[in-house]
C-alpha cells in the first residue's frame, strides 16, 4: 500500500482564518490516522500580496493547535525547499519541457491588448478564452516573458472523494499562465509540480478551485504525472446559511478567538467537527480520538454553517473537562495573560482557588475579569444594587442592614471552612427566617458585587474570613450612614 502524503500549502498573505485552519486539519488527521506524511509548503509566489510575518503565523497556529507537520519549514525532511520561491528552478524545468514538446509558449502579449481580446470578446457576446487568441508565432523563451499552456480542451471526467464522480467539458479549459512576467509560477502550475515532487498521495482544498481542476487534469495529462486523490472540501458558511462564510458575517481570525481565550482543543474540535462526523451523536473530541476516527467518507458534500454559540459551548466544555481530568493545575496553566491586572498581586496558589470555583461558567477565558475582579480587589459599594435586586427590593433599608448585622457576628464566630460556613449560613436562615434567595443575594452581592459569584459558602471560603467581614461589614455601615 502506498504511503500516504498528504499537505497544508498556506499562502502567507495575512490572518490565518476559520477556513485556512480546517484545510489543515484534515490532511493533518488523514495522515497521522495512516501513519503517513503530513507536509508545510509555503506558497510565497504571489509576492504582491506577501504580509511579513505571516509564516510565521502559520507555523505558530498550527503549533498551537497540535497540527505537527512531519517535514517543511524548521523541519526540514527529504522534499524540500519547502517555500516556493526557492523552489523556482524545478518550474522553469517543467514548464521548458513542456515548450519543447509543443504544449506551452512564450506569450509576450501586453495586458492591454489582452484586455482588448476580453472586451472583444464581451461584445461578442461570446464566452473569453485567451486560447481563442493565442499568437500564431511565439519568440523563444526568456526571462520576463510569461509561458502560457497550450490547452487540448476536450471533456474531462475524474473522481472527487468528496464529491463523487464529476465531469467538464472543453469550453471550460484555457491557455492558463504558468510562468509570470516575474520568473516565478503560478499557483496553478506551482502545485502540480510541487505535489509530484513531494510524492502527495492527497490534495485536499476548498470546492472553489473545482471550476479549475479540468486545466489541472490537462496539466498532468501533458506533464505525465499521476493525478493525487483529489478532496474537495465545501464551504464553511455564515450562521445565516446561504453564502460562505466572511469577516462581515462576524467570523474572526483563529488568533483572535485565541486572544479571547478559546482553547486549542476547542478550536481543533470544533473545525474537525465543521463538515465532518464519524456517524454517532459525540460531539467532544480529543485530538487522539480525531485521529483514530477520521475518515474521507465521512466528509460532508454541503457546506457547514458556522455557529459562534457552539464553539462557546464547546470550550465551556472543554474547560470543565480538563479541571475534571487533569486538574485545576493544567487548566491554570492555560490562563495565563487573562486574569485581571490586580490579580498579579496574589500568589499562584490564591488564583488557582479562584479558578477552581468559577471555571464551570467560564466560556472563553476573556471572561476572567469580569468574573473575578472581586476576589482581589474591593469592589466599589452600591446600595441601590441591593435594593434593586429582584430577591431584596421589599427589604427596607433598616432590614438590611439588621440582617447584614446578624450575618457579621454569626459568621465571626465561625471556622472558616466549606462546611462549617455552610452551617452557619443555614443556620441564619432559620434565625432570620429568610429565604435562602433573599438572604443568600444579600450577603453575596455585599461581599461581591458581582452580577455572577460561585457558591456562596465557597466565595466566602476564598476570599478569607477577614476580608469577606469587612465587606459586609462596610455594606451594613453604607446602609446606616443613608438611615441618619
Known sequence: MTKIVTRFAPSPTGYIHIGNVRSAIY???????????????????????????????????????????????????????????????????????LIAEGRAYADPTDSETIEKYRKEDEAKKVPYLYRNHRPTETPEWQEGIPIRFKADPKPRDWHDEVMGDLHAGPEVQDDIILIKKDGLPTYNFAHIIDDHLMGCTHVMRGVEYLPSTPNYLALYEALDIEMPKLVSLPHI???????????????????????????????????????????????????????????????????????ETKLLWMNGQWIRKIFTEQG?????????????????????????????????????FSELPSMTSYFFKDPAINTEMLTSNKFLKNLSEQEIARLLNTTFTALQNTEWTEEKIQETLNDLLAKTEKKPAELFSLIRIAVSYAPFSPALNLTLKVLGKDVSLARINATKNAFLNDLQ
Open 27 to 97: 490532511p493533518y488527521l488523514l495522515a497521522a490516522k495512516n501513519n503517513g506524511t503530513f507536509i508545510l509548503r509555503i506558497e510565497d509566489t504571489d509576492q504582491n500580496r506577501y504580509v511579513e510575518g505571516a509564516t510565521e503565523l502559520i507555523m505558530d497556529t498550527l503549533k498551537w493547535l497540535g497540527l505537527d507537520w512531519n517535514e517543511g519549514p524548521e523541519k526540514g525532511g527529504d522534499h524540500g525547499p519547502y517555500f516556493q520561491t526557492e523552489r523556482k528552478t524545478s518550474y522553469i524545468e517543467y514548464a521548458k519541457k
Open 328 to 364: 485545576v493545575d493544567t487548566l491554570y496553566n492555560k490562563t495565563a495573560g487573562f486574569w485581571p491586572t490586580e490579580a498579579e498581586n496574589y500568589p499562584e496558589s490564591y488564583r488557582k482557588e479562584v479558578l477552581s470555583i468559577i471555571y464551570d461558567r467560564l466560556k472563553e
Open 237 to 307: 458558511l455564515a450562521p445565516s446559511g446561504n453564502k460562505k462564510l466572511g469577516k462581515r458575517d462576524g467570523a474572526k481570525s483563529v488568533t483572535e478567538y485565541r486572544k479571547d481565550g478559546i482553547l486549542a482543543e476547542t478550536m481543533l474540535n470544533y473545525l474537525a467537527c465543521l463538515g465532518w462526523n464519524d456517524g454517532t451523536e459525540q460531539e467532544i473530541y480529543s485530538k487522539q480520538e480525531l485521529i483514530s476516527k477520521f475518515s474521507l467518507d465521512r466528509i460532508q458534500n454541503s457546506g457547514a454553517r458556522y455557529d
